[in-house]
C-alpha cells in the first residue's frame, strides 16, 4: 500500500529526474545558441561566394566547348594530302 511518504519520495525522485534532464538539455540549448552566430557566418560566406562559383562554371563551360570544337576540327583532319574545308552555320550562310 501506497503512503504519503512514498508517493512524496516518489514525486521528489521524478523531479530530481526531470531536473538532471531538463540540465542536459539546457547544455544542449546553450552548445546550439554559442555554435548559430558561426553556422550563420559560414552559410553567409558559401552564399557570397556562389556568384564567383557560377561565373567560373560559365568560363570553363566555354573552354570546354573550344577545346571540343579543337577537338573535333583535328579529329576531321586529313593526313593524306586531302583538303577539307569546314564551313561553320554551313546552313545558314547557305539560305542568304
Given at each position: 500500500?501506497?503512503?504519503?511518504?512514498?508517493?512524496?519520495?516518489?514525486?521528489?525522485?521524478?523531479?530530481?529526474?526531470?531536473?538532471?534532464?531538463?540540465?542536459?538539455?539546457?547544455?544542449?540549448?546553450?552548445?546550439?545558441?554559442?555554435?548559430?552566430?558561426?553556422?550563420?557566418?559560414?552559410?553567409?560566406?558559401?552564399?557570397?561566394?556562389?556568384?564567383?562559383?557560377?561565373?567560373?562554371?560559365?568560363?570553363?563551360?566555354?573552354?570546354?566547348?573550344?577545346?571540343?570544337?579543337?577537338?573535333?576540327?583535328?579529329?576531321a583532319a586529313?593526313?593524306?594530302?586531302?583538303?577539307?574545308?569546314?564551313?561553320?552555320?554551313?546552313?545558314?550562310?547557305?539560305?542568304?
Open positions: 500500500m501506497f503512503t504519503l511518504s512514498n508517493t512524496l519520495n516518489v514525486l521528489n525522485n521524478d523531479i530530481q529526474r526531470m531536473n538532471g534532464e531538463l540540465g542536459g538539455y539546457q547544455n544542449c540549448i546553450s552548445v546550439v545558441a554559442q555554435q548559430l552566430p558561426l553556422l550563420k557566418t559560414l552559410a553567409q560566406e558559401i552564399n557570397d561566394r556562389i556568384p564567383g562559383i557560377e561565373i567560373n562554371q560559365k568560363l570553363l563551360y566555354q573552354e570546354y566547348l573550344s577545346l571540343k570544337e579543337r577537338v573535333e576540327d583535328v579529329q586529313s593526313f593524306d594530302g586531302t583538303l577539307t574545308w569546314k564551313i561553320a552555320n554551313f546552313l545558314e550562310k547557305r539560305s542568304i
